[in-house]
Nanobody, 122 residues
Framework: VQLQASGGGSVQAGDSLRLSCANSKRTGSNNALGWFRQAPGKEREFVASIGWKGATIYADSVEGRFTISRDNAVNTLYLQMDSLRPEDTAVYSC?????????????????WGQGTLVTVSS
């Protein structure tokens, strides 16, 4: 599994961004996928996850503003981020879980991709 996140950038508070995570191999289409983020000086934290059947879970801090989705036909995971806030500034990484059910637990993720930086200014 080779994952590559893209779509990050520098935006103003209130703006939107759409992150993508391309999986170079078919592996993972039956697995849950997730997005995590890590801000400078902070621990990596869960953002959102989607199971292979499409069920989703979100961190409280992004619920209602972010939307996770997946397109198994093109092996790509997405994260639509709306109403961005300065506290959303972080490196965002995508990951493939070892199970098919959406999960927020870091230890449940088996494969990780390179991150993409999102910077939100006030």
């Amino acid at each position: 599994v080779q994952l590559q996140a893209s779509g990050g950038g520098s935006v103003q508070a209130g703006d939107s961004l759409r992150l993508s995570c391309a999986n170079s191999k078919r592996t993972g289409s039956n697995n849950a996928l997730g997005w995590f983020r890590q801000a400078p000086g902070k621990e990596r934290e869960f953002v959102a996850s989607i199971g292979w059947k499409g069920a989703t879970i979100y961190a409280d801090s992004v619920e209602g503003r972010f939307t996770i989705s997946r397109d198994n036909a093109v092996n790509t995971l997405y994260l639509q981020m709306d109403s961005l806030r300065p506290e959303d500034t972080a490196v965002y990484s995508c990951a493939v879980a070892g199970s098919s059910v959406a999960t927020s637990r870091l230890e449940n993720y088996r494969y990780w991709g390179q991150g993409t930086l999102v910077t939100v200014s006030s």
